[in-house]
């Protein structure tokens, strides 16, 4: 059984930074595209980054420059290193992971449960 842990959330003021960590059980990690994803409240849930299991990444326009997702496949973690967050980053934060033979259908993977992030202006 997949299973999809995040931790790192909580409240910061606008400018300051967090970290964001995905456990991941259940799969062949090193197989899947990972990525975070983020749902604010009234909104569609949005793509944040993603990692392949090479390494390469992929951004939302909103965030680049401003964070890095990692990923450390003997660990089976992935991270999501979020600095000068703005009010508008504030939503729930989910981890995804899908096999890289579906990695343009991030929806048919799985999904953990969500930390929220809150920023204060």
């Known amino acids: 059984q997949v299973q999809l842990a995040e931790s790192g959330g909580g409240l910061v003021q606008a400018g300051g930074s967090l970290r964001l960590s995905c456990a991941a059980s259940?799969?062949?990690?090193?197989?899947?595209?990972m990525g975070w994803y983020r749902q604010a409240p009234g909104k569609q849930r949005d793509m944040v980054a993603r990692?392949?299991?090479?390494?390469?990444?992929a951004y939302a326009d909103s965030v680049k420059g401003r964070w890095t997702i990692s990923r450390d496949n003997g660990k089976s973690m992935i991270y999501l290193q979020m600095s000068s967050l703005k009010p508008e980053d504030t939503a729930v934060y989910y981890c995804?992971?899908?096999?890289?033979?579906?990695?343009?259908?991030?929806?048919?993977?799985?999904w953990g449960q969500g930390t929220q992030v809150t920023v204060s202006s």
């Open positions: 995804n992971a899908v096999h890289m033979r579906l990695a343009h259908y991030p929806e048919q993977g799985s």
């Open positions: 259940g799969i062949i990690f090193s197989d899947n595209v």
């Open positions: 990692i392949t299991p090479g390494g390469s990444t």
